[in-house]
């Protein structure tokens, strides 16, 4: 399995940027995908996550009603529209698929991690 982020860049702090992420592979049997974020000197922490059996979503008290997690077209793949960056949103942000079912701010229970893509509102 892998996966592959996309979206990242530069952007003013009030600006938005969209991020996506697709798996390959034998993902069939997944059950959600997720985004994490990691600030320099931080842990990484959970962002928000997609179930496929069912469409809810999650996410961190930092981003919500900032940010929206969607399927891509029944594919195995997400987006992360974000809208009202701040310049504490700047970090790397991971994408992750789960194939097992759990808790999905956990990042212990994701699989499959894709390559990470930089993400910086500053002006």
């Known amino acids: 399995v892998q996966l592959q982020a996309s979206g990242g860049g530069l952007v003013q702090p009030g600006g938005s940027l969209r991020l996506s992420c697709a798996a390959s592979?034998?993902?069939?049997?997944?059950?959600?995908m997720g985004w994490f974020r990691q600030a320099p000197g931080k842990e990484r922490e959970f962002v928000a996550a997609?179930?496929?059996?069912?469409?809810?979503?999650d996410y961190a008290a930092s981003v919500k009603g900032r940010f929206t997690i969607s399927r891509d077209n029944g594919k195995i793949a997400v987006n992360l529209q974000m809208h009202s960056l701040k310049p504490e949103d700047t970090a790397i942000y991971y994408c992750?698929?789960?194939?097992?079912?759990?808790?999905?701010?956990?990042?212990?229970?994701?699989?499959?991690w894709g390559q990470g893509t930089q993400v910086t509102v500053s002006s």
């Open positions: 992750a698929l789960r194939m097992v079912y759990g808790s999905p701010s956990n990042r212990a229970s994701y699989d499959y």
């Open positions: 592979g034998r993902t069939r049997s997944s059950r959600a």
């Open positions: 997609f179930r496929w059996t069912d469409g809810s979503t």
